[in-house]
C-alpha cells in the first residue's frame, strides 16, 4: 500500500494499493466502506439542496436465525422489503431510498441476525404533514404485516437531523458483516461466505437511483470537499506476517506534490471509523 503524508507524518491518507477487491478480505472491506459513506453523504446532500428532501433512518430486524435458515431469511427480507415499499402510505411517502443489508453473529446463541439500515428521502412537509406522516408503531405493524411475522417487536426510526450526520451514513456504508464476526472459526465464515456472495449488498431506488446515476457521472464533483491537507511524504507498506510494514519513506518531488495536492476528497481519506 502506498499512503501519502504531511510533514509530520501524522496526517496520512492512501493513495495507491495492490487490492484484491475481495468482498471478505477486512483491508477492502474497509476502503469499499469509506467510499460508500463518501458517496451516500454526497447524494443526500445533493437531495437536501437541490429537490428539497429530508431523510428518515430505518432499521428493519427480525428474530435470528441459524446458519441454515440464513440464506432463505435474507430472501425473505428482501421480498418483504418489496412489499412494505409498495404499500400505498409508503409509496406516497418515500421519494427514494438506499438500502443496506448488514448480518451480524451472535456468538453465545451460535445464530445469525440479518437487518436492513435504510435511508428515506421524504418531502420536507413529511414531519409536519398527519396524513404522510408514519410513527414508529406504524412502521412496526408495517414490517409485521410485511414479513407475515407477529414477532418481531422492533424498529428504529428517526428523523436524520444533518446530511453530514456520520452516524447514519457509516451504519448504511459500513461492512455488510464485520470480520470480528466471519472470522471466528471456518464453519462460521462458510455461512457467511456462503449467503453473502453474489448478493446485492447496497440498492439504490428512486431519488436516490437518480443521484447515485450522476455520481458515477461525475455531475455531483461540486459537492466533493478540497482536502486541505499538503502531502510531501509517500510510505510504502508490505504485508507481513500479520500486518502491514512500512518498507521505505520517500519526499515527493515539487512536481509530485503539485500532482497530488489540492485534490477533492476521493473516499480514502474521509472520516472512517
Known amino acids: 500500500m502506498l499512503f501519502l ?14 487490492s484484491c477487491k475481495h468482498r471478505f478480505c477486512p483491508v477492502c472491506s474497509w476502503r469499499k466502506s469509506r467510499k460508500n459513506a463518501l458517496k451516500i453523504s454526497i447524494l443526500m446532500q445533493y437531495l437536501k439542496e437541490e429537490e428539497n428532501k429530508e431523510f428518515v433512518f430505518l432499521t ?3 428474530p435470528n436465525v441459524k446458519a441454515d435458515e440464513l440464506d432463505d431469511e435474507i430472501q425473505h427480507y428482501n421480498k418483504s422489503f418489496k412489499r412494505l415499499m409498495e404499500r400505498k402510505e409508503v409509496k406516497a411517502a418515500v421519494k427514494g431510498y438506499v438500502r443496506k443489508l448488514e448480518v451480524t453473529y451472535n456468538k453465545e446463541r451460535d445464530d ?34 410485511s414479513t407475515k ?23 448504511i456504508a459500513k461492512y455488510s458483516a464485520k470480520d470480528s464476526d466471519y472470522l471466528q472459526n471456518e464453519k462460521v465464515f462458510d455461512a457467511f461466505y456462503n449467503t453473502l456472495s453474489g448478493k446485492r449488498l447496497i440498492v439504490y431506488s428512486g431519488l436516490f437511483k437518480d443521484a447515485s446515476r450522476m455520481y458515477e457521472n461525475k455531475e455531483l464533483e461540486k459537492y466533493k470537499e478540497i482536502d486541505p491537507t499538503q502531502y510531501i ?6 504485508w507481513g506476517q500479520t500486518e502491514y510494514i512500512q518498507t521505505e519513506q520517500k519526499l515527493m518531488t515539487e512536481e509530485m506534490q503539485k500532482e497530488v495536492n489540492n485534490k477533492m476528497l476521493d473516499g480514502e481519506n474521509i472520516e472512517g471509523e
Do not use: C, M
Open 233 to 238: 511524504f509517500q510510505l510504502f507498506f508490505h
Open 60 to 62: 428493519l430486524t427480525a
Open 5 to 18: 503524508a504531511d510533514k509530520t507524518l501524522e496526517k496520512t491518507k492512501l493513495h495507491g494499493a495492490n
Open 149 to 171: 411475522n407477529p414477532l418481531i417487536t422492533q424498529v428504529d426510526v428517526r428523523k436524520v437531523k444533518h446530511t453530514d450526520n456520520k452516524k447514519e451514513v457509516s451504519e
Open 112 to 145: 445469525y441476525h440479518p437487518h436492513f439500515h435504510v435511508v428515506l428521502a421524504v418531502n420536507k412537509s413529511y414531519f409536519t404533514d398527519t396524513k404522510a406522516y408514519i410513527t414508529r408503531n406504524r412502521w412496526l405493524e408495517l414490517w409485521q404485516k
